[in-house]
């Protein structure tokens, strides 16, 4: 091989190095810079998980205040009533001590030695003294009915502005708490276009939902069965022994309740149990609903997780027995807490679209065994 030869070769193998180290190159940035959005993504659904508990939290207190606020108003309407009631028996009381007045005036304002002294028929003094006697105590009491009139009057008018105060500082906290609400709604507005802009790509929205599926088929078959007992949920013990959740349910035979369950929420089906969730499928149904509208348990049962799950957001999931559990999604606030015992048709939850949804609506599943079956066979139609 002449020399030139030899110089083509070398710096032919030495293009070929080049290139593939340039290769390996690429491949470790892309791999870093996968890396560094897995990351990146992980903190961002943190984050999200943060707020989602945050905005729950808080809607749950506003929610709380609003009933607190309408029991005062509706005890402000009472007063106010017993009030109009009582100065009504004031004005009555004046009315009568002013008739009685006038009458005494009548009588010539005889006192009672006069008034028997003058009278020459016994009968008649007798007669006039007992007129005299229950006109004056008629007279007394009145004057103490109106004196007990005045003091409730005084009382109502206390316990008025001691229940105004109340609402006022009520008032005060619901407008704090609406102003913590909407700040919690802007950063978790903030973290779902960040996240819509920055993974939309079709293999990454399949990423996103297949983790999502596997981590609540992981968590479902991981809850507390009949033959296990101190089972963790979440990383959090289960409060209450699996036999004491089996004492409360014993009771339900859900295999009997099919086709006879009232549905949690009140909407419309958006998504059936098997149809499209872009390349997979639901294994429960969407119902659409407002948020903050509450949702119930369809039946007696146990509460075995309530808590922040990927992809469903703010999740409460009832064992009911029999290997039965029913599971609820994309809350905006949870009302019961794992080892809560819940009795059919009870508020669990509102409804939200925790879980980072664009859009209010409740998950509703149902498992037998670990296995999704469809509500539709389950719930009233």
Same mark, same amino acid.
């Given at each position: 091989?002449?020399?030139?030869?030899?110089?083509?070769?070398?710096?032919?193998?030495?293009?070929?190095?080049?290139?593939?180290?340039?290769?390996?190159?690429?491949?470790?940035?892309?791999?870093?810079?996968?890396?560094?959005?897995?990351?990146?993504?992980?903190?961002?659904?943190?984050?999200?998980?943060?707020?989602?508990?945050?905005?729950?939290?808080?809607?749950?207190?506003?929610?709380?205040?609003?009933?607190?606020?309408?029991?005062?108003?509706?005890?402000?309407?009472?007063?106010?009533?017993?009030?109009?009631?009582?100065?009504?028996?004031?004005?009555?009381?004046?009315?009568?001590?002013?008739?009685?007045?006038?009458?005494?005036?009548?009588?010539?304002?005889?006192?009672?030695?006069?008034?028997?002294?003058?009278?020459?028929?016994?009968?008649?003094?007798?007669?006039?003294?007992?007129?005299?006697?229950?006109?004056?105590?008629?007279?007394?009491?009145?004057?103490?009915?109106?004196?007990?009139?005045?003091?409730?009057?005084?009382?109502?008018?206390?316990?008025?502005?001691?229940?105004?105060?109340?609402?006022?500082?009520?008032?005060? #906290?619901?407008?704090?708490?609406?102003?913590? +609400?909407?700040? !919690?709604? $802007?950063?978790? =507005?903030? &973290?779902?276009? @960040?996240?819509?802009?920055?993974?939309?790509?079709?293999?990454?929205?399949?990423?996103?939902?297949?983790?999502?599926?596997? #981590?609540?088929?992981?968590?479902?078959?991981? +809850?507390?069965? !009949?033959? $296990?007992?101190? =089972?963790? &949920?979440?990383? @959090?013990?289960?409060?209450?022994?699996?036999?004491?959740?089996?004492?409360?349910?014993?009771?339900?035979?859900?295999?009997?309740?099919?086709?006879?369950?009232?549905?949690?929420?009140?909407?419309?089906?958006?998504?059936?149990?098997?149809?499209?969730?872009?390349?997979?499928?639901?294994?429960?149904?969407?119902?659409?609903?407002?948020?903050?509208?509450?949702?119930?348990?369809?039946?007696?049962?146990?509460?075995?997780?309530?808590?922040?799950?990927?992809?469903?957001?703010?999740?409460?999931?009832?064992?009911?027995?029999?290997?039965?559990?029913?599971?609820?999604?994309?809350?905006?606030?949870?009302?019961?807490?794992?080892?809560?015992?819940?009795?059919?048709?009870?508020?669990?939850?509102?409804?939200?679209?925790?879980?980072?949804?664009?859009?209010?609506?409740?998950?509703?599943?149902?498992?037998?065994?670990?296995?999704?079956?469809?509500?539709?066979?389950?719930?009233?139609?």
């Amino acid at each position: 091989m002449n020399k030139k030869r030899l110089s083509a070769v070398i710096l032919l193998c030495i293009g070929c190095v080049c290139s593939y180290a340039e290769d390996q190159i690429t491949v470790q940035a892309d791999t870093e810079a996968m890396q560094r959005l897995v990351v990146q993504k992980d903190n961002l659904l943190n984050l999200l998980s943060v707020i989602d508990k945050q905005y729950g939290d808080t809607a749950a207190v506003l929610k709380k205040l609003q009933a607190q606020i309408e029991q005062k108003r509706n005890s402000l309407d009472l007063i106010r009533q017993d009030i109009s009631n009582c100065q009504r028996d004031v004005d009555k009381l004046r009315k009568e001590l002013i008739e009685q007045i006038r009458v005494a005036y009548a009588f010539g304002q005889k006192d009672k030695l006069k008034l028997l002294l003058n009278q020459q028929d016994l009968a008649v003094s007798g007669r006039m003294m007992h007129y005299f006697n229950y006109f004056n105590k008629d007279r007394l009491k009145k004057l103490a009915d109106l004196d007990a009139a005045f003091e409730r009057l005084d009382k109502l008018d206390k316990q008025r502005e001691a229940e105004a105060a109340i609402l006022e500082k009520d008032l005060e #906290s619901k407008k704090s708490e609406q102003l913590a +609400l909407l700040e !919690a709604k $802007k950063k978790r =507005s903030n &973290i779902i276009d @960040k996240m819509g802009s920055d993974y939309s790509s079709p293999e990454q929205q399949l990423s996103e939902l297949q983790e999502s599926e596997n #981590s609540l088929r992981h968590l479902v078959s991981s +809850l507390p069965g !009949a033959e $296990k007992e101190g =089972s963790l &949920i979440g990383n @959090k013990a289960v409060t209450t022994t699996t036999e004491k959740q089996s004492e409360f349910v014993k009771n339900v035979d859900f295999s009997s309740l099919k086709g006879k369950l009232s549905w949690p929420v009140t909407g419309q089906l958006s998504h059936k149990f098997g149809s499209a969730r872009t390349v997979v499928t639901w294994d429960g149904v969407l119902i659409d609903a407002n948020e903050g509208v509450e949702v119930k348990a369809v039946t007696r049962g146990t509460v075995v997780f309530a808590e922040w799950l990927r992809g469903y957001g703010l999740m409460i999931i009832l064992d009911h027995g029999q290997g039965y559990k029913t599971l609820y999604a994309f809350n905006q606030s949870l009302y019961k807490k794992t080892g809560d015992s819940v009795e059919a048709g009870e508020v669990i939850a509102s409804v939200g679209q925790s879980g980072g949804r664009s859009k209010a609506g409740l998950y509703f599943g149902i498992r037998s065994k670990g296995v999704p079956v469809d509500p539709l066979e389950w719930c009233r139609r």
